[in-house]
Nanobody, 122 residues
Framework: QVELVESGGGLVHTGDSLTLSCAAS????????MGWFRKVLEKEREFVGA????????FYNGALGGRFTVLKDDAGDIIRLHMRDLEPIDTGVYFC???????????????WGRGTQVIVFS
């Protein structure tokens, strides 16, 4: 069974940077996609970015302005989300997700973490 655990959320000020982490266990293949979604304001879960653990380039939601970077640790099934120039509209819960095929919408991912809260103060 796939388990995803996010960490690194917290309180930051406008303009700050923050890096979230997601550790996966139980992945049956190194070809899995791991990605980040967020739920902000009253919106549905919004795709942020994803990466394939076998080393393919990450891909992102272009509407977020290039402020987010998905990174993969060389050791272990761990990905990180580096966020810069944070704004109050980025406040929300950030979720890690995993799936063999991946995609850019929530239903493309079968496994989910519980999320980590990010609050950006103005």
């Amino acid at each position: 069974q796939v388990e995803l655990v996010e960490s690194g959320g917290g309180l930051v000020h406008t303009g700050d940077s923050l890096t979230l982490s997601c550790a996966a266990s139980g992945l049956p293949s190194k070809n899995y996609y791991m990605g980040w979604f967020r739920k902000v304001l009253e919106k549905e879960r919004e795709f942020v970015g994803a990466i394939n653990l076998s080393g393919l380039s990450p891909f992102y939601n272009g509407a977020l302005g290039g402020r987010f970077t998905v990174l993969k640790d060389d050791a272990g099934d761990i990905i990180r989300l580096h966020m810069r120039d944070l704004e109050p509209i980025d406040t929300g819960v950030y979720f890690c997700a995993a799936d063999l095929l991946g995609g850019t919408i929530a239903r493309d991912f079968a496994s989910w973490g519980r999320g980590t809260q990010v609050i950006v103060f103005s």
